[in-house]
T-cell receptor, first 113, second 112 residues
Framework: GESVGLHLPTLSVQEGDNSIINCAYS??????FIWYKQESGKGPQFIID?????DKRQGQRVTVLLNKTVKHLSLQIAATQPGDSAVYFC????????????FGSGTRLLVRP | NAGVTQTPKFQVLKTGQSMTLQCAQD?????MSWYRQDPGMGLRLIHY???????DQGEVPNGYNVSRSTTEDFPLRLLSAAPSQTSVYFC???????????FGSGTRLTVV
C-alpha cells in the first residue's frame, strides 16, 4: 500500500539557522499534504498544508515544497528557535478517500542554543 | 471553542477489560478519526467517520469499535484490552477534505 516516510529520524540545528525536514511519499495519486508538529505529551498541531496543484506554499517562518516528479515533500523553517524543537510529521491523503490521512514516522528536530 | 476534547487523559486496564475512550468536538466538524501512536512511531488510523451514522475502518481496526450517533461525539471502544493496545490514542476532527485535522491532547492507555 501507499506509505509516507522520512529520510532523517533526528535533525540537530543551531538556533537561528534554517531547518529543512524531508519526506518521501509513494502514492502518486495523493493530492493533499500536511505538516504537523508534535511537542512532548501533546497532540499533533497543524503547521502548513499544500495541494498537489502547487509546488510551494509559505506561512509564517515556514515553507513547504512539493516535488511531484520525485514524490518528495519538505518543510523549511526559517531562523529556527528553541520553541521549534519537536517531532515533525508529514501526512498525505489516502488514495481511496480524501478524509483519511496517512502519517510518516516523524523527524525529531533539536535546536541547539 | 474547546476544540477536540478527549477523556480520560490516562488509563490503566487489566488484560481482558473493556472501556470507552471519549472524544467530543464543538466545531461542527463532519470528519472525525481515531489514531494510535506507539513509541517512536507515527500515527496509525484506527477508525474514521465522515458524518453522524457513518463509520469505516482504518489501518488497524482490530480490537476496536466505534459509533457516531451525533456530530459532536465519536467514542472508541476497546472490547477486550490486550497489552498490544498499550499506546497513546488521539482523536481528530476536520471540517471536510479541504482542511487539515485538529487533534485532541490524547489518552495514554496502559494494558497490564
Amino acid at each position: 500500500g501507499e506509505s509516507v516516510g522520512l529520510h532523517l529520524p533526528t535533525l540537530s540545528v543551531q538556533e537561528g539557522d534554517n531547518s529543512i525536514i524531508n519526506c518521501a511519499y509513494s502514492n502518486s495519486a495523493s493530492d493533499y499534504f500536511i505538516w504537523y508538529k508534535q511537542e512532548s505529551g501533546k497532540g499533533p498541531q497543524f503547521i502548513i498544508d499544500i495541494r498537489s496543484n502547487m509546488d510551494k506554499r509559505q506561512g509564517q517562518r515556514v515553507t513547504v515544497l512539493l516535488n511531484k516528479t520525485v514524490k518528495h515533500l519538505s518543510l523549511q523553517i526559517a531562523a529556527t528557535q528553541p520553541g521549534d524543537s519537536a517531532v515533525y510529521f508529514c501526512a498525505e491523503t489516502d488514495e481511496d478517500s480524501s478524509y483519511k490521512l496517512i502519517f510518516g514516522s516523524g523527524t525529531r528536530l533539536l535546536v541547539r542554543p | 471553542n474547546a476544540g477536540v476534547t478527549q477523556t480520560p487523559k490516562f488509563q490503566v486496564l487489566k488484560t481482558g477489560q473493556s472501556m470507552t475512550l471519549q472524544c467530543a468536538q464543538d466545531m461542527n466538524h463532519e470528519y472525525m478519526s481515531w489514531y494510535r501512536q506507539d513509541p517512536g512511531m507515527g500515527l496509525r488510523l484506527i477508525h474514521y467517520s465522515v458524518g453522524a451514522g457513518i463509520t469505516d475502518q482504518g489501518e488497524v481496526p482490530n480490537g476496536y469499535n466505534v459509533s457516531r450517533s451525533t456530530t459532536e461525539d465519536f467514542p472508541l471502544r476497546l472490547l477486550s484490552a490486550a497489552p498490544s493496545q498499550t499506546s497513546v490514542y488521539f482523536c481528530a476532527s476536520s471540517l471536510d477534505s479541504n482542511y487539515g485535522y485538529t487533534f485532541g491532547s490524547g489518552t495514554r492507555l496502559t494494558v497490564v
